[in-house]
């Protein structure tokens, strides 16, 4: 079982910044593979951006060049930064970890409660 915590997240204006946090607890196998799915109003749920534990990242094209997936694998923590925010970007953001990723899916993931970002144009 892994727990998964988020923090950061709010509102900001296009163009803005905003840094989201996740802490795991409980099983590291099962956090090989750490990263951020977000689900906007009326969307299917979709990976941002994920890494695992050598520290290879992927990115969705639409956040690409814009946010940076960061990892601490002694603090079992994962962050997001993400710069240049659109209307766009607005969504509930959600950590998820996994042992594996298949494409753009986590195998059996687990999953925080999810943050809402919030960005005004």
């Known amino acids: 079982q892994v727990q998964l915590v988020e923090s950061g997240g709010g509102l900001v204006q296009a163009g803005g910044s905003l840094r989201l946090s996740c802490a795991a607890s409980g099983s590291i196998f099962s956090t090989n593979v750490m990263g951020w799915y977000r689900q906007a109003p009326g969307k299917q749920r979709e990976l941002v951006a994920y890494i695992n534990r050598g520290g290879s990242t992927k990115y969705s094209d639409s956040v690409k060049g814009r946010f940076t997936i960061s990892r601490d694998n002694a603090a079992n923590t994962v962050a997001l930064l993400m710069n240049s925010l659109k209307a766009e970007d607005t969504a509930v953001y959600y950590c998820?970890?996994?042992?594996?990723?298949?494409?753009?899916?986590?195998?059996?993931?687990?999953w925080g409660q999810g943050t809402q970002v919030t960005v005004s144009s």
């Open positions: 998820a970890a996994a042992t594996a990723v298949l494409g753009q899916r986590f195998l059996s993931p687990y």
